[in-house]
């Protein structure tokens, strides 16, 4: 059984960091790329970033380049997101998502496995 476990959401002012935390178990880790969304009420799922198994590739929405930073730790069966100038526009539900595909894929539905979320707020 997979299993998606995303933490370290919260509160933080804007211009401040976060780190998130995707801890996967039941898949073989290392060969599947992770991707965060993130969704707000009403919107769909937005794609942040996406990391492909192997770790030698990664991709970004233009509005988080430069701020976010995904890694993975294939010997935790983690990936990380760093989150950095967070701004107000940022607060959402972020979830993790897993897949056995090395393409790179920014949808949603492109993705098998998901994680319940945390809940990132960014106050001004």
């Known amino acids: 059984q997979v299993q998606l476990v995303e933490s370290g959401g919260g509160l933080v002012q804007a211009g401040g960091s976060l780190r998130l935390s995707c801890v996967a178990s039941?898949?073989?880790?290392?060969?599947?790329?992770i991707a965060w969304f993130r969704q707000t009420p009403g919107k769909e799922r937005e794609f942040v970033a996406a990391?492909?198994?192997?770790?030698?590739?990664?991709d970004y929405a233009d509005s988080v380049k430069g701020r976010f930073t995904i890694s993975r730790d294939n010997g935790k069966n983690t990936v990380y997101l760093q989150m950095s100038s967070l701004r107000p526009e940022d607060t959402a539900v972020y979830h993790c998502?897993?897949?056995?595909?090395?393409?790179?894929?920014?949808?949603?539905?492109?993705?098998?496995?998901w994680g319940q979320g945390t809940q990132v707020t960014v106050s001004s």
């Open positions: 990391i492909r198994w192997g770790g030698r590739s990664a």
């Open positions: 998502a897993a897949d056995r595909s090395i393409a790179r894929q920014l949808q949603s539905y492109e993705y098998n496995y």
């Open positions: 039941g898949l073989p880790f290392s060969i599947y790329s």
